[in-house]
T-cell receptor, first 112, second 112 residues
């Protein structure tokens, strides 16, 4: 079983709709969580951190569900420019080291 | 505002040839990373450097070597390229222990 799993998609969504996708993680002790956005043939870029209390940035809302061990990303009023692959990252801290574990990404396509 | 700079952006090698991917960051970050990204597999860590003078193996280190030349530069060397090393390579940097990574634009390597 992969440590961090994402539905690869693609999610095909009409412009203006709301879309949400999840990322599940296997280590209950994982402490930090992030969403990255990666445009086609480009580098990943940090979208937002995921706090225990949730995090909202404009049309984007990220939430953490520790009981069920997943994080979610919700995009409201989707734009054509939101088309991208969304990667989740989980950080596990072990002794004095930390490890970033990446999901394989969920592809989102916004259609006009 | 250069951030993380990788060279070359594209390279075609024949099996058995060697090459070095260069990476430099100007954000005074301690941590630097080399990842490879293959379709459907997400980012896989090749090597990691927590600080100048230290390097650690990641998930897929076989066939690669790295050098943390100074705080700014972290190079990745393929001593004898194999077709299985055809991939997109990303260099990244961050402050130690954070999930906010800054990526270079990527190096697309094809091994024939």
């Amino acid at each position: 079983r992969k440590e961090v799993e994402q539905d690869p998609g693609p999610f095909n969504v009409p412009e203006g709709a709301t879309v949400a996708f999840n990322c599940t993680y296997s280590n209950s002790a994982s402490q930090s969580f992030f969403w990255y956005r990666q445009d086609c043939r480009k580098e990943p870029k940090l979208l937002m951190s995921v706090y225990s209390s949730g995090n909202e940035d404009g049309r984007f809302t990220a939430q953490l569900n520790r009981a069920s061990q997943y994080i979610s990303l919700l995009i409201r009023d989707s734009k054509l420019s939101d088309s991208a692959t969304y990667l989740c990252v989980v950080i596990d801290y072990m002794d004095s080291n930390y490890q970033l574990i990446w999901g394989a990404g969920t592809k989102l396509i916004i259609k006009p | 505002n250069a951030g993380v700079t990788q060279t070359p952006k594209f390279q075609v090698l024949k099996t058995g040839q060697s090459m070095t991917l260069q990476c430099a960051q100007d954000m005074n970050h301690n941590s630097m990373y080399w990842y490879r990204q293959d379709p459907g597999m997400g980012l896989r860590l090749i090597y990691y450097s927590a600080s100048e003078g230290t390097t650690d193996k990641g998930e897929v280190p076989n066939g690669y070597n790295v050098s943390r030349l100074n705080k700014r530069e972290f190079s990745l060397r393929l001593e004898s390229a194999a077709p299985s090393q055809t991939s997109v390579y990303f260099c990244a940097s961050s402050e130690v222990g954070t999930g906010e990574l800054f990526f270079g634009e990527g190096s697309r390597l094809t091994v024939l």
